[in-house]
């Protein structure tokens, strides 16, 4: 029975390939615009370590100066100052915590053909692998001991290794960076979580950082942050590397891993003991105001979501309604012009639920056209979005999901399209057009 | 013209008028909005910038060499580049203009170390070639001398004593007042204003202080530096490609991280609102076609099926214009009914985006204009069709269809 409606679909179809084609293009045009907006929103909502969402939290403490917020709603500052960051890796208090910051060294080789390069570098202690789950091909995570003695040893991403080893086996070799040489301890696997979930404050959507290093070697190495660096307060009193540690300037990105919600709440106890200990000392003039958030609720904090995709994806669907308005009318219009056809049908004796299939089948097959060719838009959409928008290489994508997604989205809608068409058409009484016009 | 029959016709077969209308009506409200976010994103990309943005290049250097000398290191590279043939000047610069990252401050007119309210404004470091390489105008007071400008550590910075700024930055911090030979204050830390500059467009785009910029008379040495070079018009290129060579051949212990022209990290800035206007432009063309072909189908259908009562009504005395006449009219009210409803979503849209982004309301006249384009299209769209309905031969109605 399918395949014979399919037939006479198919028939019915090719008897107006005007019609056909317009209503196809008009159902493709729509799918491929909404799939191509919402492909990209749905990859810069996505969550990389979803599976640790609530074991992962951004920390925020309100250090900011008593006269203005740091943001102009009132927020507290997105990143911590040096003073509070070491005091609270000291404090040791959560299973987990890390503290790090992007800067930028120099690479040099001993290859001729190779010009000396700057490199984007985390510098971190090495929780920072196991909280993130950050996958090792060659070796591993460098130790305590080295956190503690700020040991030069350093840990290569894919990429890099590659260009520098051919992607051979480089751990105990050694690479020079600020002319010094630091010992390869581990190579990471293809690791490039969109978005940069773990410093959003420095291009959300970016690579993640070329190598990574001991965060103490801040101090010997005088190393800044090559990312956003935001101040208030007194001027220091002088000018030395040591009185911009101690400074208010926020810097860095504070994690925690707190496994549970007690776990949790205890945590928040803790910072807000904290800075109810440094208000005694003078400093964190503000009201308490200490947040966590977990990896999603960090996304969202901070609009990782362009408000250009939200307006485009809102568009795309109006844009969408019109194009199915559209085909809905056309259904209808050549439906009715057969209704003499349909009225004779009636009268021999077929049902309205064979005849209602029968019309259904024929929309599907200009829902399924128009939802392929609109795929294929999308994709190409999509390609042109990549072109167009410098960076958007990570989240301009789209995967099985939204394949899916929007396959599902040009079924659903020509068969919305389709019913009312279906149901109209059939409900007409036999007799009228049985009759000459 | 008859308006009752021609509705009392379409209430007999109200879902196609009522798709259409439905049709028109979101057309014109995303049409509107589309067309207006366009618009201001162009304006933002098209402001004039107050500096010769087309002819300059952006050098990055990085030391590399343990015996690198910060000191001699600026002042060899930038003799290179001034000396470069079709290089108007050249500076050192902290900040790129265009870019969307920078330094960035705030500045009262008295002293204070913790002040309740400031003016943020964009900072930026050059030298005494800073003005010409970045082509403002000064308007008022003198440009840096060269004795004035320090040569300092990055370590080791503290506020400069004199800066010049823009017309915006003093409008701001004294209102109706003129900037030249004032003293602002970052903190405690005064700064005399010796120069006042016309229109620089500063660091940030799209951060609604962009105007209000400073420069100071300062080089930063450190391992890492910029540096702005200006130059002949349709010479940049050639320049950008001279340059690395000769930088590399100066020896100074650093390399050319890279060279690009100013208009790459512009460009950069603006990819997002250039993508937006392009997507916008697509939603925009390709719904305005959809919606025209809608109208050609259904108008097309219902020419069909009335070709009998054409036939009849031309047989009893209707002209080929009354026949054209009946279709545009009966399009007319359709759109109609459509744009009076489409004010409605257009308004409810802005009402949703202005919510979504810090958008000012839409400008009450793209609804008018919006409407009119609309009518139009509905006109061209049903002319096709009207005249076909005209062309059909009154003899037609004899026969059976």
Known sequence: MFLYNLRLALLSLKRDPVLTALMIGAVAIGIGMSTTTLAVYHSMSTNPIEYKNDQLYAVQLDSWGANQPYDTDGRPPTQVTYRDGQALMKAARAPHQNLSFVSSLTLTTDKPDMKPELLDIRVTYNDFFSMFDVPFEYGGPWGKDADQDAQQVVVLDQEMNEKLFGGANSVGKEILLDNRRFRIVGVLKKWAPSPKFYDLENDSFGDPEDAFIPFNLVTSMQLHSSGNNSCWGPPPPDVSFESYLNSECVWLQFWAELPTTAARDDYHQFLDNYVNDQKKLGRFPRPLDNRLHTVSEWLAYNHVVSKDSEALVGLSFMFLAVCMLNTIGLILAKFLRRSGEIGLRRAVGASKRVLFYQYLVETGVIGVSGGLLGILLGWLGLIGVRNLLQGSDHYARMDWTMIGVSLLLAILASMLAGLYPAWRVVRIPPAIYLKVQ | ?401
């Not at chain 2, 403002?136 to 400069?160: A, C, M, N, W």
């Not at chain 2, 609102?273 to 919606?291: K, R």
């Open chain 2, 1 to 401: 013209m008859e308006i009752r029959p021609i509705l009392s016709a379409m209430l007999r077969n109200k879902t196609g008028a009522i798709l259409i209308a439905l049709q028109i009506a979101l057309t014109l409200a995303i049409v509107c909005n589309a067309v207006f976010i366009i618009h201001d994103r162009i304006t933002q990309m098209a402001r004039n910038s107050g500096m010769d943005v087309e002819n300059m290049i952006v050098v990055s250097m990085s030391a590399y060499k343990p015996e690198y000398n910060a000191d001699n290191a600026v002042k060899t590279d930038l003799d290179v580049l001034r000396g470069m043939p079709g290089v108007v000047d050249a500076s050192y610069s902290q900040s790129i203009p265009l870019s969307g990252g920078g330094w960035s401050d705030s500045a009262t007119d008295h002293a204070d170390p913790h002040p309740k309210a400031s003016t943020p404004m964009g900072v930026f470091h050059m030298d005494e070639h800073g003005l010409n390489t970045l082509g403002v105008k000064l308007v008022e007071g003198r440009d840096f001398s060269h004795e004035e400008v320090g040569y300092i550590d990055q370590d080791k910075y503290t506020t400069p004593k004199l800066a010049i700024v823009t017309k915006a930055f003093g409008e701001k911090v004294w209102p109706g007042q003129d900037a030249l030979g004032k003293t602002f204050y970052e903190g405690t830390d005064g700064v005399t204003v010796i120069g006042v500059v016309d229109t620089m467009e500063g660091s940030w785009p799209h951060w609604p202080g962009f105007e209000r910029n400073i420069i100071f008379p300062t080089v930063l040495e450190g391992s890492y530096f910029r540096i702005l070079v200006r130059t002949l018009p349709g010479q940049r290129d050639a320049v950008l490609k001279q340059m690395e060579q000769k930088l590399t051949d100066a020896h100074t212990g650093n390399f050319v991280l890279h060279a690009r022209p100013l208009t790459y990290y512009r460009d950069h800035t603006n990819s997002g609102d250039h993508a937006m206007t392009v997507m916008l432009s697509l939603v925009t063309a390709l719904i305005l076609g959809i919606t025209a072909l809608g109208i050609v189908g259904l108008a097309s259908f219902s020419v069909r099926q009335r070709t009998r009562q054409i036939g009849t009504r031309r047989a009893l005395g209707a002209k080929r214009g009354d026949i054209v006449r009946y279709f545009v009219t009966e399009n007319w009210l359709i759109t109609t009914m459509g744009v009076v409803l489409g004010s409605v979503f257009a308004v409810a849209l802005n009402y949703w985006l202005v919510q979504l982004y810090d958008l000012p309301h839409i400008a009450w006249y793209y609804i008018p204009v919006g409407i009119v384009s609309l009518w139009v299209l509905g006109l061209l769209a049903v002319l096709g069709p009207a005249l076909k309905a005209a062309a059909i031969p009154p003899a037609i109605a004899t026969r059976n269809v």
